[in-house]
């Protein structure tokens, strides 16, 4: 079967921004072709500065994988880090220097007491996040958190959608999927109309985990697969701004010691978990969290609309040209960084929403969008596949 000239011509764009890294590079840096392309997306366009003043910004969590400095907070030209913390010290003292920064507070807790902090980067434990984020959000500054919004409770999703109403401020999660070149690049296509109302969607997210990988207090131990569904979500969410109405999951049991009964805090038996949405629009949505197969390690997805389709780089449909699907540039110094090169753009969203005053890419009502279905999901796996709705989280009409 031969190409389209739009599959062609993406292609040809993907291979030329990957052209100066080598795919076998890429994958002894652990990241895909999209990751690259993303990155030297940043040397093609200016980036534009719309402030020249610095956001006063906190920076928290320091654990296994380092999220407090791996978003570029210290290299952004538009931030003064004032502040970091964990409560571990030599992870504080560590989180200093990573983000060269001279003053550090015990805890969280204490560092928002900071009137000279004006927003801070929540890198904490993934239970913590709606309590720290509803916390920061109190004592009067922004907040930008790592994923999931909330953590396996519907009424922590309501706790923290009021704080964020009634707070008035920026809070954005930073679902790295958004800025994945492939859901980006989707995204623009969706919103300029390439893709129709979508009848079926996959995300994806593998993590092969024998061995449950190390967290705060054990967190991740026998954790509900879909209790962390953001990077498989936000190919749908993220791409349409549409939402998901119900749920049918089924889960699997990989046979791991930590998913026996009693051997975990969660009184989860599953190690993967497939669940099938039907969504606003609609079509249906297949999004998983697996660590059951064996060596899978990856995060992607797809869409599939009435009037095209778009896998990983490859568009095919009823658009002859198609709006600029690459990321936007990066402020000078800063990186992409990791998960597909996105972190630095999710950084540069968050400043710029505080400086613009503006809605930031990953809101409070996109964030619950993309998290609460898979702790609904988890109670359909429970309850045998039983379909149930999922509570909707829609922003004001403006
Ligand atoms: N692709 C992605 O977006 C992605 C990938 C990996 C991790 N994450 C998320 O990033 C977060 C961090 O991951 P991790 O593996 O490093 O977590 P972790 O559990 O290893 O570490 C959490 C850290 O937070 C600190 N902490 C907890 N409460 C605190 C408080 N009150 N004050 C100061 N410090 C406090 C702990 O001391 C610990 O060092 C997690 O929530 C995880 O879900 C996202």
Redesign the pocket.
């Known amino acids: 079967m031969s190409n389209s000239p739009i599959q062609t011509m993406y292609r040809r764009e993907f291979l030329e921004q990957v052209g100066w890294v080598s795919l076998g590079t890429m994958a002894a840096a652990g990241l895909t072709g999209r990751a690259a392309a993303g990155q030297e997306s940043q040397a093609q366009k200016p980036w534009q500065p719309v402030s020249d003043r610095k956001v006063r910004v906190g920076v928290?969590?320091?654990?296994?994988?380092?999220?407090?400095a791996a978003f570029g907070f210290q290299d952004h030209p538009n931030v003064e880090i004032v502040a970091v913390?964990?409560?571990?010290p030599e992870?504080?003292q560590t989180l200093m220097k990573a983000c060269r920064c001279e003053k550090s507070?015990?805890?969280?807790?204490?560092?928002v007491q900071d009137p000279k902090i004006e927003a801070v980067f929540?890198?904490?434990?993934?239970?913590?996040?709606a309590r720290?984020c509803i916390d920061v959000l109190r004592h009067g500054k922004h907040v930008m958190?790592?994923?999931?919004a909330v953590f396996g409770s519907v009424e922590e999703a309501e706790r923290l959608l009021e704080a964020v109403k009634k707070a008035g401020l920026k809070y954005m999660m930073?679902?790295?999927?958004c800025y994945r070149a492939d859901c980006y690049g989707m995204r623009q296509i969706y919103q300029a109309g390439g893709f129709g109302r979508l009848v079926y969607s996959e995300g994806e997210y593998y993590h092969y985990s024998k061995t449950p990988?190390?967290?705060?207090?054990g967190?991740?131990i026998g954790m509900p697969p879909l209790w962390?569904p953001?990077?498989s979500t936000a190919y749908y969410v993220g791409v349409t701004d549409k939402r998901f109405t119900t749920v049918s999951c089924v889960g699997f049991d990989a046979g791991y010691p930590h998913n026996r009964p009693g051997a975990n805090r969660y009184n989860n038996p599953f190690s993967d978990e497939v669940a099938l949405f039907g969504t606003s629009e609609g079509g249906s949505s297949r999004m998983l969290m697996c660590k059951g197969i064996q060596g899978r390690v990856v995060?992607q997805g797809r869409v599939f609309g009435e009037k095209g389709w778009m896998d990983g780089i490859t568009y095919q449909g009823a658009f002859k040209e198609l709006p600029d699907i690459t990321r936007p540039a990066l402020p000078p110094g800063m990186a992409g960084g990791?998960?597909g090169g996105?972190h630095g753009y999710l950084t540069d969203e968050f400043i710029t929403s505080i400086l613009a005053d503006r809605k930031p890419r990953v809101d409070v009502y996109e964030a619950l969008a993309m998290t609460v279905p898979g702790l609904i999901a988890h109670q359909s796996a429970l309850k045998g596949g039983e379909t149930l709705k999922v509570p909707q989280y829609e922003p004001p009409k403006t």
């Open positions: 928290v969590g320091y654990g296994v994988c380092r999220f407090g913390s964990d409560l571990i992870r504080r507070y015990e805890s969280l807790e204490v560092l929540v890198a904490t434990d993934a239970p913590s996040h720290h958190t790592a994923v999931p930073a679902e790295t999927s990988i190390d967290s705060f207090n967190w991740r962390y953001t990077h995060e990791g998960h996105s």
